[in-house]
């Protein structure tokens, strides 16, 4: 009886060690470029990094809620595994073809006026977090400011 115990241990042992095995195994093989054309990518939520021009000295705060309140519910990116995709900004559908190197992201729209480069900060199979290659430019209360910072998409 002794025996069929310490057996009955060291099989669920066993088991929990390839499970986790497996579930390591499967979290590290798919490539960034897998994790971006998994799924669609839905704006979750802007952080502020920094402004060039900020002429009504807005806080970090008010900057984060202009854009979040712009784009949340507005913006969802589908790439795909060939290389091309759409961005859906409310109800426009916008194409485009893109390229990852290293975590360099370019988009080429179609008509090539809303082409862009990003920085992939982080992408896991949750979260994709990327940053514009340049600042962003709207009108906060009246008045036109920059701003650079993170974008979320869950």
């Known amino acids: 009886m002794r025996n069929l115990k310490r057996l009955l241990i060291l099989l669920v042992i066993m088991t929990n060690i390839k499970c986790s095995n497996n579930e390591e195994l499967t979290g590290t093989s798919r490539t960034n470029k897998e994790l971006l054309s998994s799924k669609e990518w839905k704006f979750d939520k802007f952080i502020f990094i920094s402004s060039d021009y900020n002429p009504g000295n807005f806080s970090t705060e008010k900057i984060e809620e202009y854009v979040n309140s712009l784009y949340l519910n507005k913006i969802v990116y589908k790439f795909n595994s060939d290389n091309s995709g759409y961005l859906l900004f409310n109800t426009e559908n916008r194409i485009f073809t893109w390229q990852l190197n290293n975590n360099e992201l370019k988009l080429d729209f179609e008509n090539n006026d809303y082409d862009t480069d990003y920085l992939l900060n982080s992408i896991d199979e949750n979260t994709l977090n990327m940053t ?16 650079k910072g993170n974008y979320f998409y869950k």
């Open 132 to 147: 514009f290659d340049h600042s962003s430019t709207g009108i906060i209360d009246g008045v036109e400011t920059t701003f």
